[in-house]
């Protein structure tokens, strides 16, 4: 069966060398970029390097999202949980370890539903 004209230019301006379509590739190569500039300011964080004073090793991050309970002055009852970073130290003969990169709230609070839940996926603590 043979094609009318009419359905061969339809199809022909739908084809990808359209204006329209160079905006998309244009706007989708803009959000590439933004994407690529996050992913970089991302990195830069996490290899920001933290040193071990005691033997003067770099220390390595180890993890993200280790969850450490805060407790009331009395250092045994629950009162916050919050997400934070790892580093452990590279050094040969060293144990020093660290917790830091907190949240800039917690993740759940002694009021709230959740918190006996979240207290149990708790790694460290402090008061
Ligand atoms: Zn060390």
């Known amino acids: 069966m043979e094609k009318h004209p009419a359905y061969i230019r339809k199809s022909g301006s739908s084809s990808l060398s359209g204006p329209t379509t160079i905006k998309i590739i244009m706007k989708q190569k803009l959000f590439n ?26 220390m390595e991050h180890v993890r993200s999202g280790v969850y450490v309970l805060e407790t009331y002055e009395d250092g045994v009852t629950p009162y916050k ?9 590279n050094g040969p003969e060293c144990d020093t370890e ?9 993740i759940s609070q002694d009021f709230k539903e959740d918190f006996k839940e979240w207290v149990t996926k708790c790694e460290f603590k402090f008061r």
């Open 33 to 58: 970029e933004l994407v690529n500039s996050i992913k970089e300011a991302g990195k830069e964080l996490k290899m920001s390097k933290v040193i071990c004073t005691k033997c003067n090793a770099k």
């Open 81 to 89: 949980v919050w997400s934070a970073d790892r580093y452990v130290c």
């Open 98 to 106: 660290l917790v830091t990169g907190f949240g800039s709230g917690p």
